[in-house]
């Protein structure tokens, strides 16, 4: 990983299930003597009783600390060890809640910790094949999700029965141990109904109406939760100065689609493209993989005024604007928000992302691409 070379620290951050020990254990095995420690472990936990002793006596050692949130206070002790000595490569820590993970790192490690998000699979990772074998690939990816176990089932069948058992061990077990207090059947009763309004403006009002007269705070506060623990995404609107009357709430997108589609009952491609919630599924599945391809720094929200300008995701990297709309068709339309919002923002270019085999032109500046294209738009630097 290069940013063990640049970094005393680096902090892996992903859901759980998705890799991120299989992948600390190969980055291990490549530095010799490595030690590596499950911070679930009691075993593991006791060898921490003196932190600043035992980071001392692994110094000419990669020290690897799986599922780093388990123990916060960790990243008071690592400030001044780092400190101490600042070669590059020295610690590798992996989480599973990336809200509450940086800011306890933010605050003691400022300056000497590098931040990666591992994410489940993403169409680049597995569509090396071209044409029809790679766009049956994007469908079972679509239908599956990204999670490896899911993904990689012998069949349907078995790839919900994982990703349903992945849900209840979510609920009653991993966010107990993040501290989470809250019943685990509630939470999943504002999962199911995210997954309902998944890819829509989020109202929190309305949606703690649904769960019995529920204060919109506290229904914030279940969103945070899940955010955090990076099962949903809270995309902000694109605040744009243009003068217009502009929506600025949020949407929220559950981000797997594997787990969107467990939620909701869906278990074949067939099931899915008879589903209401088809294209915003598609949707949501096509925003992850933008969102994972983007260039850092890089900041991206949705755009939409009262007057009906829209655009699913604007994303603005060194002073330029680049708009993308996503639908499930192979003949694509587009509405005349969509040319607006173009013109509102001045977009250098727009892209329409759709489930076609080749790109092409429809404007100037605005071209429909196959899913498989965004990976290489961000490196030919858009």
């Not at 605050?107 to 590098?114: P, T």
């Not at 069948?157 to 509630?186: K, M, N």
């Amino acid at each position: 990983m290069r940013r063990l070379q640049q970094q005393p620290a680096v902090a892996l951050l992903g859901p759980r299930q998705v890799g991120k020990t299989t992948l600390a254990r190969a980055v291990a095995a490549s530095h010799p003597a490595a030690r590596f420690l499950d911070l679930e472990l009691e075993a593991d936990r006791r060898q921490l009783t003196r932190a600043d002793l035992f980071f001392e006596r692994q110094r000419d050692r990669l020290v690897v600390l799986d599922e780093v949130q388990s123990m916060p206070g960790l990243f008071v002790g690592l400030r001044p060890e780092i400190d101490a000595d600042r070669r590059a490569g020295r610690f590798l820590l992996l989480g599973s809640a990336s809200g509450s993970l940086l800011r306890q790192s933010a605050e003691s490690l400022a300056g000497r910790i590098a931040y990666l998000e591992l994410t489940p699979f993403l169409l680049d990772e597995i569509s090396a094949a071209a044409g029809g074998a790679a766009a049956a690939k994007a469908g079972r990816l679509w239908l599956r999700g990204g999670f490896p176990r899911s993904y990689l089932a012998a069949d349907e069948a078995a790839s919900v029965a994982w990703r349903i058992d992945f849900i209840e061990t979510f609920l009653a077990r991993d966010l107990p141990q993040l501290g989470v207090t809250i019943p685990a059947e509630t939470l999943r009763r504002f999962w199911r109904m995210s997954a309902h309004l998944h890819g829509q403006l989020f109202n929190a009002s309305q949606l703690g109406a649904a769960l019995g007269g529920v204060a919109h705070t506290t229904v914030g506060r279940y969103l945070d939760l899940l955010v955090d623990a990076l099962m949903l995404r809270r995309l902000p609107p694109y605040l744009a100065n243009v003068g217009k009357r502009l929506v600025k709430s949020p949407k929220v997108y559950l981000r797997d689609s594997g787990i969107l589609h467990a939620l909701l009952g869906i278990r074949t491609l067939d099931d899915l493209h008879g589903h209401p919630v088809s294209g915003l599924s598609w949707e949501g599945f096509i925003l992850e993989q933008i969102m994972a391809a983007m260039p850092p720094l890089a900041t991206a929200g949705f755009y939409r005024t009262a007057a009906g300008a829209e655009l699913d995701l604007v994303v603005e990297h060194a002073d330029r604007r680049t708009g993308f709309e996503i639908k499930l068709s192979t003949a694509p339309t587009l509405a005349r928000g969509f040319w607006n919002a173009c013109e509102d923002l001045g977009v250098a270019r727009a892209y329409v992302v759709a489930p076609v085999l080749e790109p092409y032109p429809l404007a100037e500046n605005v071209e429909v691409i196959p899913p498989m294209n965004l990976g290489r738009l961000w490196q030919s630097g858009i």
